[in-house]
């Protein structure tokens, strides 16, 4: 069976920065499970998959545009202290989560403090880097 919109498609990665430093990999764990379509994997990966079937493999390079994107200044904000919650630690790199004008969940990581600011970066930690991906299509249902 072909991936198309709606396939629930399982697969292995290898995920390396552009300097080949290994990120993350499945391959000796649990695959990676989604519906292909619902953007619930990077751009391009999904680009990629489609059409493919179980035993594709391949190696691609993707820039931030096809992967998690450019970095957005407007997502790097600041707060004063008093503004969390007592339970939040505030430490460089921490990730605070709170909600979007429409209620919907967001998360936050610390990226500097001083004496009456926290600074915030909403940007996903891979935004505006190269990645290289090695995978493999499991199965395609």
Do not use: C, W
């Not at 990077?42 to 545009?65: D, H, N, S, W, Y």
């Not at 998690?68 to 202290?81: H, I």
């Not at 891979?126 to 493999?136: D, F, G, H, I, R």
């Amino acid at each position: 069976m072909r991936i198309k919109q709606g396939s629930e498609v399982t697969f292995h990665y290898e995920l390396r920065n552009d300097k080949g430093e290994l990120i993350d990999s499945t391959f000796d764990g649990e695959p990676v499970h989604y519906v292909h379509g619902d953007g619930d994997i990077i751009e391009g990966l999904e680009t990629l998959f489609e059409g493919e079937e179980p035993g594709f493999e391949a190696k691609v390079t993707l820039p931030p545009e096809q992967a998690y994107g450019v970095t957005r200044e407007d997502l790097v904000v600041f707060a004063a202290p008093e503004n969390f919650d007592d339970q939040v630690e505030l430490e460089v790199g921490e990730v605070v989560e709170t909600e979007d004008p429409d209620g919907n969940p967001i998360q936050f990581r610390i990226v500097d403090i001083d004496e009456d600011k926290v600074y915030l970066d909403g940007n996903h930690p891979l935004a505006n880097q190269t990645l290289e991906y090695k995978v493999e299509v499991i199965e395609v249902a």
